[in-house]
Each structure stands twice: as structure tokens, then as C-alpha cells.
């Protein structure tokens, strides 16, 4: 079966960075994105990791362990626009398809 | 360059009417998905398109839903008849043959079935 399992919620400060972990079991892999979804919008690309290690972009970073199964989202010098849903997304085999999890809402405070 | 482009943003119906989505992918994108969010949950494909051919929709309930893209553009996605569970957002998202692994959604439409 396809599984990909990331906390519900999440609470952070302003200025303060923050790590979204998320697993995943799928049949077959071929790459792991994020996307960030504020509440009633549609979801935006963040990132895409596609071979271990760390993917850097501004203040956002994601890495990936396919041996574990296991990637993270870092954000950085939060702001109060960060707060959203942040969803992890797994493209299994060879398909164009990707299988997202249920998505983290992270809520940024002063 | 425009956006995935959706209609209409709400729809509210009652249970047992007809119901038709629209989208209008990013000129040249020629994969185009249809997903289903539910409330608290991630999207859930339930079709997706390359060119007007539907090559995934093992996901779409065949006995009420019906989807369409005539000449590899714009799509339509219809339920008959809508059932109380169908209340959601349907995205629609596209990706051109160059970048496949970047999708880029519509802003959606949010479906209240009463």
C-alpha cells in the first residue's frame, strides 16, 4: 500500500526556524516534493528532491533519505505568512502521479 | 504566463443534480490532472490526462463521474448525480513535457452538495 505520514499540526514563532518531517511508504519512488496550501488557496510548489541529501531554496530547504524513507521541510526566519499547510507529496515508479499526505498546519505567532 | 484557471469557485447543489467543473491548463502543458481534497486532507488524483487521452482514472468513481479533454486543452469534470459525500474542493493542476515533476494547480472549486 501507499502510506505517507506527516504531523497534523504544528506551532512556531516569528523569526524562529521549524521542521516538518514526514514518512513515507510507497510502492516504487521517483522523487518528493513539497507544497505549501494557505487555507482556501490552491497548493504551490515548493520543492523536489529526487536523490538523498539537502535541496536548499532561500529560507526554505528539504532533504531526503530514501533509505529511510524520510524527508524534512526546514523553514527558516519564519514570518507570519508561513503560516499555511504544508504538504508532502510522493511520486511512486514511473507514473506521473504523485500520493500526498494529509498535510502539516503550521501556525506562526509573534 | 496565466495560471491554471478554474469555474466556478463555488457551487453549492443539492443532492441528486448534476454538477460540471471547469479547467483551463497553462498553454502548452500537455499533462493535465483532476484531484479531490477533502477537508483536513491532502489531494487524491482522480484522473489525470496526457494530451486528450485519459491515461490514469483508476481512482475516478465511474458511476457517477465523468471527465473530458476533446482537444488536449481544456477539461471538464461533471458528476451525475452528486452524492452528499462529493462535497469538496476539486483541483485541477497541469505540467508541461519538459518539467513533469512540477505540477501547477488551479485555485479550485469548492463543491457543497446538501
Known amino acids: 500500500g501507499q502510506n505517507i505520514d506527516q504531523p497534523t499540526e504544528m506551532t512556531a514563532t516569528e523569526g524562529a526556524i521549524v521542521q516538518i518531517n514526514c514518512t513515507y511508504q510507497?510502492?516504487?519512488?521517483?522523487?518528493l516534493f513539497w507544497y505549501q496550501q494557505h487555507a482556501g488557496e490552491a497548493p504551490t510548489f515548493l520543492s523536489y528532491n529526487v536523490l538523498d541529501g539537502l535541496e536548499e531554496k532561500g529560507r526554505f530547504s528539504s532533504f531526503l533519505s530514501r533509505s529511510k524513507g524520510y524527508s524534512y521541510l526546514l523553514l527558516k526566519e519564519l514570518q507570519m505568512k508561513d503560516s499555511a499547510s504544508y504538504l508532502c507529496a510522493v511520486r511512486p515508479g514511473g507514473y506521473n502521479k504523485l500520493i500526498f499526505g494529509a498535510g502539516t498546519r503550521l501556525a506562526v505567532h509573534p | 504566463e496565466a495560471g491554471v484557471v478554474q469555474s466556478p469557485r463555488y457551487k453549492i447543489i443539492e443532492k441528486k443534480q448534476p454538477v460540471a467543473f471547469w479547467c483551463n491548463p497553462i498553454?502548452?502543458?500537455?499533462?493535465l490532472y483532476w484531484y479531490r481534497q477533502n477537508l483536513g486532507q491532502g489531494p487524491e488524483l482522480l484522473i489525470r490526462?496526457?494530451?486528450?487521452?485519459?491515461?490514469?482514472d483508476s481512482q475516478l468513481p465511474k458511476d457517477r463521474f465523468s471527465a473530458e479533454r476533446l482537444k488536449g486543452v481544456d477539461s471538464t469534470l461533471k458528476i451525475q448525480p452528486a452524492e452528499l459525500g462529493d462535497s469538496a474542493v476539486y483541483l485541477c493542476?497541469?505540467?508541461?513535457?519538459?518539467?513533469?515533476?512540477?505540477?501547477?494547480f488551479g485555485p479550485g472549486t469548492r463543491l457543497l452538495v446538501l
Open positions: 498553454s502548452g502543458h500537455n499533462t
Open positions: 493542476a497541469s505540467s508541461s513535457r519538459q518539467r513533469q515533476e512540477t505540477q501547477y
Open positions: 510507497t510502492s516504487g519512488f521517483n522523487g
Open positions: 490526462y496526457e494530451n486528450e487521452e485519459a491515461v490514469d
